[in-house]
């Protein structure tokens, strides 16, 4: 029986909010019944709780997460009051990320019956279709709208209606049984042979924007990027089983020299000889499919992870003698453009989204331009590690979406499956998965002298690092202007019309003072004790933004992002270097500066005598040494024989700045100060540090 077309994901756009109403309506419904459709192919209540793979939960977990994702977001975003099942609503909420193979939980469930999981989810459907029907709709449906939570909830449940399908793939074929819903492609013959076709050069703009979504979107894919590829090619078709199978034969699993080091590690875990779907029947080979095993359709796309596919790229390399790897995210979007296929889904005859067989089919039989499956079939494995593009923002109420995999682990792929529905099918949308897990992927492959490239997706989440991006390059807290920025400004104004050829900022921290002192110095010098402080100012220096963590209260945290243009910094990064140094152990090229900065630095120093007899070296006559600190003597930096203030002598008091006095006064003149600047680092939500520095600037005579 032949299924009916599977609605696509709706446009949040129109005239008509009624609708509009009823269509999000079908949606829901169409997309809840699919679902629960899917798990008819299981033979037996036994089936939901044995785990088809040791790395994942067994299906009675996803049969109820994504109900439970509905009360949970609605709950949040205040849209309902009462839970249905407060219990299963915390049990099937957590554990659907992927568990990595070498960090296996064995933690314990009692899990409910499938009956009552049913009539849970009955429950959840009648409340969610009762809010569709009655909340207030205003078209355009944006970020910030109630509906957008609903139908956060119906795409949801679309991406697990695939990654399910993939569990109940590798179930045992006793646990599952043929269903007329879930019929495969039967069409099969000789593979083609592949080629190269040429993709030119091409120039990129990349990224949604919130105010205009057009459909729903995860967080990820809003933002900017603009980029340029080089010209190089691409293979006309999916790597299909056949082309695949010359590196089986060729022992490709085998030969360790082709796996980089996480895919050899997890080749030997998983003992792998070939592809996870792949059966040896004596001399024959057979294919697993969802619900079957079928004789080798050896034209159907071969399906592996990102580690199988990238050993075969390094194989093919070595035997061709060309530049064969992976595309970048970059280099699938240009050749995405070059054969004509929208950002959106539209119309375009592919194997996705349910519009045909229940499986994936010959790699031949969808063109694209002068490419076949640019979309569909199977996903696309990218060398490209998910990345927030710049301006990158959270959804408040689903925070973790993304976030966690930017850890430089999760490859993106691209392009969707036969059972890519909803948002997923889109070309414009953005997911990633750890490169050991298998999905309904495959690749296609590249040639071009080109590396790909590796945007930066990491997020600082070091604490002390993280409050002091955020104190140089965040927000102004209780009025309090930014720190450093007003030092540098200060120091410049103090400068007049002295020279400004070089300017160095000892303690630099995460480097504010840097940048701004780089208005007006042709050269300024960043040095700190901490190469973690001079990694962050290095990274914006080099790539003009930087991703950062903030603690709210306990293990939340909230994601930022901070970047030169933003700051109207982006000029001055060119006149920047930073290097790591002890302010009391130069090097001796650290020389001839118009002015030294020394913020909140002479407290922390292990011999802030020796730094302040010799710093005058460092400086050009005339030059200005400006000083700043709270004068907050702790035994922990600086040893109390080293204190140059804040002690009792013969019965005084000497303060500091009777102790800079002394030290200084043989080759520095006070010019202006000693004024309070105060400052603010926010340590929590909740919880801030206000502090007052001292503030002296001294010429040198």
Known sequence: MKQAIFPATPLLTGADAEQKRQQILDYFHATFDRYEQLFEVLTSDEAYYVKPIALRHPLIFYFGHTATFFINKLVLAGLIEQRINPGFESMFAIG?????????????????????????????????????????????????????????????????????????????????????????????????????????????????????????????????????????QASRYLVSNREFLAFVEAGGYADDTLWPEEGLAWKKFAKAEHPTFWIKDGPQWRLRLMLEEVAMPWDWPVENNYHEAKAFCNWKARESGQAVRLPSEDEWQALRQFAGVADLPGDLPANLGLSHEASSCPVNRFAHGPLFDVIGNVWQWLETPIYPFAGFEVHPIYDDFTTPTFDERH????????????????????????????????????????AATQPASHYETDRLISEYIEFHYGEDYFGVANFPKTLAQLAIATMGDKPAGKALDLGCATGRATFELARHFDQVTGIDFSARFIGVG???????????????????VSYKECSLAALGLTDVAAKIEFFQGDACNLKPVFAGYDLILAANLIDRLYSPALFLKTVHERLNPGGLLMLTSPYTWLQEHTKREEWIGGFKKDGENVTTFDGLKAMLGKHFRLVRGPESVPFVIRETKRKFQHTLSEVTVWERI
């Open 411 to 450: 490859n993106l792929f691209k392009g969707g499956s036969w059972i890519s529905c909803g948002n997923e099918a889109a070309p414009v949308s953005r997911y990633a998965f750890r490169r050991h897990f298998f999905q309904h992927a495959g690749f296609r492959y590249v040639v071009g002298d080109a």
């Open 538 to 556: 290095t990274q914006l220096a080099e790539q003009g933004r930087l991703r950062y963590t903030l603690t709210e209260e306990g293990e939340l």
């Open 96 to 232: 659907v990320d992927e568990m990595s193979w070498d960090d296996l939980s064995d933690q314990r469930y009692d899990w409910p019956r499938v009956d009552e999981v049913r009539a849970y989810r009955r429950a959840v459907r009648a409340t969610v279709a009762q809010l569709i029907e009655s909340l207030p709709l205003n078209l355009p449906i944006g970020w910030d709208d109630p509906f957008w939570i609903i139908v956060m909830g119906i795409e949801h449940e679309r991406i697990h209606l695939e990654t399910s399908s993939v569990l109940i793939r590798q179930h045992q074929l006793k646990y599952v049984q043929k269903h007329p819903a879930w019929e495969p492609c039967r069409d099969s013959g000789p593979a083609p042979e592949n080629a190269l076709v040429g993709i030119p050069a091409t120039e990129l703009r990349l990224g949604r924007d919130r105010s205009d979504p057009k459909i729903y979107g995860w967080d990820n894919e809003f933002g900017r990027h603009e980029a340029s590829t080089a010209a190089f």
